[in-house]
């Protein structure tokens, strides 16, 4: 199936609800059906709220239709220059290409740090609902410093809406400024971009950007061939002034990029990594290393990544042991939320709630937040568990 067949509504990807029958009606089987629906149904409400963190989510890709046209008005860009033209209706796309050029257009109504600030306090709105208690969001700086927006205008946006979500809600968050390699002639750079070595290394020496919540880098490679070698000095440099590293790998990228993102870069957690699964070899890989997946089950469905979800390798690679998280990605433009993600994997992947307490368990553990930060969520898991009394 084509990703533009997949449609774009959150719902789609729900299994129905099957219909109310009169009680005088029910065989065996029905009442069976009906035991398995209110299970669902509370194991729903159990991911829903238990204690967690979201630690893949670009907040470009958290800019919702509403937003990037309050964004496009305050700023004088007219409707006209805008691909998506109605702030009422979800964005629509064909595929990876579509989306990608969808996402980087839409870019150009972030111009001001209040426009940072806002996009990234409405996700914290909206994590807070799904209780999300920490985030590490991605921020893609090439985006925007290629149109003259200052790094320190990005960077002081973001975290500035970080503090607040963190004294107005208790929500903590970090930072990870993402780098691109395209495997071109200009590797990670375009026309108009800093170096981010160069970029890296004027964030640490302006005192007036705000250091505290960036916690590492990540990156994407466009390149299958030769995955992350432009990269690498970055990711070497980022290291050395004491930054978290990531990767995307093993999405967009086959199985090899998972093996490259380990080796090569060394990163602390691998962004997707679910075409491990094609590699036994990288799949041990990931196992011995235990390196962390941040798994975006939707995301890879409606990217067209997988057919749909039951094709998935989610519960493959947890039976195979790797260290999973469950993350939106880019919940604006996948249509889907966090929550979206676990009810899905519930309703069509049949996740237990055994296995719902353990990725949200791993989220907490593999995030950068601080030992203390991990040590109250982690209570504060054990807590919401022993209350939530309903008989799974
Ligand atoms: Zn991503």
């Known amino acids: ?50 204690p967690k963190a979201e630690l893949h989510v670009h907040v470009e890709g958290t800019l919702y239709p509403s937003l990037l046209h309050r964004f496009a008005n305050r700023n004088g ?12 209706t979800e964005y629509e796309f064909e595929g990876y290409s579509g ?28 994590a807070r609902q799904q209780g999300i208690r920490h985030a590490e969001v991605f921020c893609d700086p090439q985006l925007h410093t290629r149109r003259g927006v200052p790094i320190s205008t990005i960077i002081n946006g973001i975290c500035n809406a970080m503090d607040t979500a963190e004294t107005e809600m208790g929500v903590s968050g970090k930072l990870i400024l993402c780098y691109f390699e395209d495997g071109g002639p200009h590797g990670h750079r375009r026309k108009g971009e800093m170096d ?56 967009y990228g086959p199985a090899s990029s998972v093996r490259e993102a380990i080796k090569t870069l060394r990163v602390d957690r691998v962004d997707h990594g679910v075409r491990s699964a094609e590699d036994l070899t990288v799949l041990r890989l990931v196992e011995r290393t235990k390196t962390p997946l941040t798994v975006c089950p939707l995301s890879n469905v409606r990217l067209g990544f997988y057919e749909s979800l039951q094709k998935h390798p989610l519960r493959m690679l947890m039976q195979g042991g790797c260290l999973l998280t469950l993350n939106s990605d880019d919940p604006a433009y996948i249509g889907a939320s966090l929550s979206d993600n676990f009810r899905s994997c519930i309703e069509q992947l049949h996740l237990s709630r055994g ?15 601080s030992d203390a930060r991990k040590e109250a969520i982690r209570q504060e898991i054990e807590k919401y568990d022993s209350s939530f009394n309903m008989n799974l």
């Open 1 to 50: 199936m084509t990703p533009s067949l997949l449609g774009s509504a959150a719902n789609r990807f729900s299994v129905k609800i099957l219909p109310s029958s009169p009680s005088s009606c029910f065989s065996p089987a029905h009442r069976r059906s009906f035991a398995q629906l209110r299970n669902t149904k509370a194991l729903i409400q159990y991911a829903n709220r238990i």
């Open 77 to 88: 860009i007219p409707t006209s220059a805008l691909q998506h033209k109605d702030p009422q």
């Open 99 to 126: 989306f990608i050029d969808l996402y980087s257009s839409n870019c150009q109504v972030l111009v001001n740090e209040p426009d940072f600030y806002e996009l990234t306090r409405d996700y914290f709105v909206r």
């Open 196 to 251: 981010p070595i160069e970029e890296l290394r004027s964030v640490q020496e302006d005192p007036n950007i705000k250091k505290d919540r960036l916690a590492g880098i990540g990156g994407y490679s466009y390149d299958p061939n030769a995955p992350y070698k432009q990269l690498k000095p970055v990711y070497e440099y980022a290291r050395s002034v004491g930054l978290k590293t990531v990767v995307h790998a093993g999405e």
């Open 355 to 369: 296995e719902i307490k353990t990725l949200a368990i791993n989220s907490v553990d593999v995030s950068f937040a």
